[in-house]
């Protein structure tokens, strides 16, 4: 949010050259803050699809494996379909 903050500051003191003192650096931080925010998200979506792939072979392998036991019907129909 430094950005934002700065960006106010150059347009209310109108003072232009202040952009590559202050908001240029910050911007540049934001990007690489995001970049290694989507990269440790794809990083957990790569592990995550993986123990699903994994988890639907147990489930072919083994399919009475994987029912909640000591619950409802619906309990155990709805957590089927989250293995498919």
């Not at 000591?70 to 309990?75: G, I, M, R, T």
Request: hydrophobic content about 40%; glycine content about 2%; proline content about 5%.
């Amino acid at each position: 949010m430094c950005w934002l903050i700065y960006s106010c500051k150059i347009t209310l003191h109108a003072k232009p050259e202040l952009i590559d003192e202050l908001l240029l650096p910050c911007a540049l931080d934001c990007r690489a803050q995001i970049g290694d925010d989507i990269n440790e998200m794809r990083e957990q979506l790569r592990k995550q699809v993986a123990r699903l792939t994994e988890l639907r072979i147990k489930k072919v392998e083994e399919p009475g494996a994987y029912q909640i036991r000591d619950a409802p019907d619906f309990l155990n129909d709805n957590a089927s379909r989250c293995l498919l």
